[in-house]
Nanobody
């Protein structure tokens, strides 16, 4: 059973930075694609970023590309999301997710329903 726990959320002014962490326990992390999603009040959950098992391939939503960076450290079973130049529109609950059993293929990382395990989420609030 995998467990994921996010940390690093908080309140920041527009233009500021935050670094989110997602610590995993269990045997699947090092072979899994890891994703970050976010959900703002009244909105659907949306893809933010993903990273494949060895960190070679990264994927970003257009809205965050160039401002956010996803990375991972398999030795400590942790995935990170560095968020710079934050905007009020980035305000949301951010959740990490682990993708292991689902099919591969084009844009597989975009489908939140295909992820196998989720963290509880961490709130990010960006004030203007």
């Amino acid at each position: 059973q995998e467990r994921l726990e996010e940390s690093g959320g908080g309140l920041v002014q527009a233009g500021g930075s935050l670094r989110l962490s997602c610590a995993a326990s269990g045997p699947l992390f090092s072979g899994s694609t890891m994703g970050w999603f976010r959900q703002a009040p009244g909105k659907e959950r949306e893809f933010v970023a993903a990273i494949n098992w060895d960190g070679i391939s990264t994927f970003y939503a257009d809205s965050v590309r160039g401002r956010f960076t996803i990375s991972r450290d398999n030795a400590v079973k942790t995935v990170f999301l560095q968020m710079n130049s934050l905007k009020p529109t980035d305000t949301a609950v951010y959740s990490c997710a682990l993708y292991y059993y689902g099919p591969s293929g084009d844009n597989y990382y975009l489908n939140d329903k295909a992820y196998d395990y989720w963290g509880q989420g961490t709130q990010v609030t960006v004030s203007s």
